[in-house]
């Protein structure tokens, strides 16, 4: 399991310290559980998919499976088992999730667009439920202003886009930000590492941004604004996501 991660031999010498430390934050308690029942006997096998950092940084999918050698009181001596590289299957799983959640919220937009003419009613709603049905870390609707020159937030979640609200915030149409390069060449811009690329600027009231797409409104060939989507984990939207974004924000603009 270590060359599978990326390590030499000598490289990882602890044993269980080492597994330990490798494990995803998200799927450290589960992981840790699923083993102290199996060995206190709560459970009859010990086998898990929980995700392990590669010696590069990114994460791995592993499928972990062990049996333990018991003594004669029944206490756990040792440990043997092995793990599977299953990152392919769990990407292709989530992206197919992914996608009929998407499917899901075109629904309920197309539900809010028919139900009122409110624009507001329509903006809250809508970042409102991406940020609900996808657990993203925020998201914003901007328009392009009637001057051409700039672009201004007119709906946006939680407390940090109230405050831009308040603040009446507006971006230069340029290729200086995210959002103000999508206004001016009408295309989606994806940053998937924040502290990677100079196009994103950091807010401070969004400090745990690590990964930004913004997607045109557009009708027909007139951009009217974009939607500006941000989460807090590198690397999280792909170009089929992306693509459902673009479909989202082609309701909303009609």
Do not use: C
Request: glycine share 6%; hydrophobic share 40%.
């Amino acid at each position: 399991w270590k060359s599978m991660l990326g390590y030499e031999a000598h490289e990882l010498t602890k044993g269980f310290e080492d597994w330990e430390n490798l494990i995803h934050p998200d799927d450290h308690e589960y992981a840790i559980n699923a083993l102290d029942s199996y060995l206190a006997g709560k459970t009859e096998s010990y086998d898990i998919e929980i995700r392990l950092q590669h010696k590069n940084g990114h994460w791995l999918w592993i499928r972990d499976r062990g049996k333990a050698l018991w003594d004669t009181s029944g206490n756990a001596i040792r440990m043997a088992g092995s793990h599977s590289d299953v990152t392919e299957r769990k990407v292709a799983e989530d992206s197919l999730r992914r996608r009929n959640e998407y499917l899901a919220a075109s629904s309920e937009i197309g539900k809010i667009i028919t139900s009122t003419l409110d624009l507001n009613t329509i903006f809250s709603k809508t970042v409102n439920l991406i940020i609900e049905r996808f657990s993203f870390y925020h998201a914003s609707i901007f328009i392009i202003e009637e001057t051409g020159f700039n672009i201004t937030l007119r709906e946006s979640t939680g407390e940090a886009g109230a405050e831009m609200k308040r603040n009446n915030h507006t971006l230069q149409i340029s290729d200086k930000s995210v959002v103000g390069k999508v206004a001016q060449n009408g295309q989606a811009v994806i940053v998937n590492d924040t502290h990677a690329d100079p196009t994103h600027k950091f807010n401070p009231l969004l400090p745990e941004t690590r990964a930004e797409a913004a997607i045109p409104l557009r009708i027909g060939n007139r951009i009217i604004g974009a939607i500006d989507i941000q989460a807090k984990t590198v690397g999280v939207f792909t170009e089929d996501e992306v693509n459902v974004l673009q479909t989202l924000a082609d309701q909303i603009a009609v």
